[in-house]
């Protein structure tokens, strides 16, 4: 087996998340790990057990003995630190959303295709076995079609106050949502059509986000695909702290209605009240992640999730946004 070197940009929450992760993969080792923050990049080293820290991106990638990198930075800075990496001849694997911008995803396909390296974006959930079964029952007709695949969430604004700006973060539209929008994509197999949404900020001038241009926090979306499927989403970034309003994640279909728990189970239920679960689901979903990015570059495969996907996520968020601000429906198609 190819042993493979592994680099983290980022030594925050993500970044450790990654070394955790690539720590548990056959045949990787981690070699080095950077931040700006020198403290940080030590403390995650001495963690994890990481040969080399670095404050730098280019002297982390210059490191001998690394072939893959995992870009765990701010979102702003996805497109600057991956260009790098590949252009440095290293195959990539970068936290989702894949930018904040189409054109810098763009650009970030486009080095791709120039270096002939790969380029994973991190969308995890596509490595539950949970959702592959959804999509399995989805596919054979469990509660027949269209259906209508519904989120309602609610959480205080986030500590990671960075990831609520317009031009750091994207707010939750950009960053949690495109998991769902990626993941009905797949599921439902057909490409979205036209996205609208209302939305408000909710934390616009609280004390904490001083400097922060924060970006729409708080929206009810919909998103029709071609199939006629429909994706919903009820959610907001912006309650106070203290605070949360956790909700349901369901399939709803004309035949019955798939309940969606934790990363672990689901739940179906027909007419008639008959139900049925399906559970113990492994949930380690950045294990088995970082496993299969490491396959894909061992055995030349395209990645579980590429830059195209993230492309086509993001083209949604962005929609969704746009719908916000216009009151308006927008044409994805």
């Keep these: 087996m190819r042993e493979l070197g592994i680099c983290v940009l980022g030594a925050g929450d993500m970044g450790n998340t990654h070394l955790a992760a690539w720590g548990k993969v056959e045949g990787a080792r981690l070699v080095a790990v950077a931040d700006v923050d020198e403290e940080r990049a030590r403390a995650a080293a001495g963690k994890h057990g990481v040969a080399s820290w670095f404050t730098d991106l280019g002297e982390a990638l210059g490191r001998e003995g690394v072939d893959v990198v995992s870009v765990c930075l701010p979102s702003c800075l996805h497109r600057e630190a991956t260009e790098a990496a590949l252009r440095a001849g290293k195959d990539v694997l970068c936290e989702k959303p894949i930018a904040l911008t189409i054109a810098d995803a763009e650009s970030m396909i486009a080095c791709r295709d120039q270096t002939g390296r790969k380029l994973g974006i991190a969308f995890c959930k596509r490595h539950l076995p949970q959702l592959r079964k959804l999509r399995e029952l989805i596919g054979e007709g469990a509660i027949g079609r269209p259906v209508m695949y519904r989120m309602i969430g609610g959480m205080e604004i986030r500590f990671k106050l960075w990831i609520m700006d317009r031009n750091k973060g994207g707010g939750p539209f950009v960053d949690l949502c495109c998991h769902y929008f990626d993941q009905w994509r797949w599921i439902l197999d057909s490409e979205a059509v036209r996205a609208m949404a209302m939305g408000m900020t909710f934390a616009q001038g609280a004390e904490e986000l001083r400097g922060v241009d924060v970006q729409t926090d708080t929206a009810t979306l919909c998103v029709q ?49 008959e139900e049925e679960t399906f559970g113990d689901f492994e949930g380690n979903l950045y294990d088995r992640q970082a496993a299969a990015f490491a396959e894909a570059v061992r055995q030349d495969l395209p990645p579980t999730t590429g830059a195209e996907d993230g492309l086509a996520a993001l083209k949604v968020s962005l929609a969704t946004l746009e719908s916000v601000e216009t009151s308006q429906a927008v044409d994805l198609a």
């Design 225 to 273: 695909y071609a199939s006629g499927d429909v994706g919903a989403i009820s959610l907001s970034w912006g309650l106070p702290r203290g605070t949360s309003a956790p909700g349901a994640e369901q399939v709803l279909g004309p035949k019955g209605v798939i309940t969606v728990a934790g990363f672990n189970s689901l739940r179906l239920a027909r007419k008639g009240g």
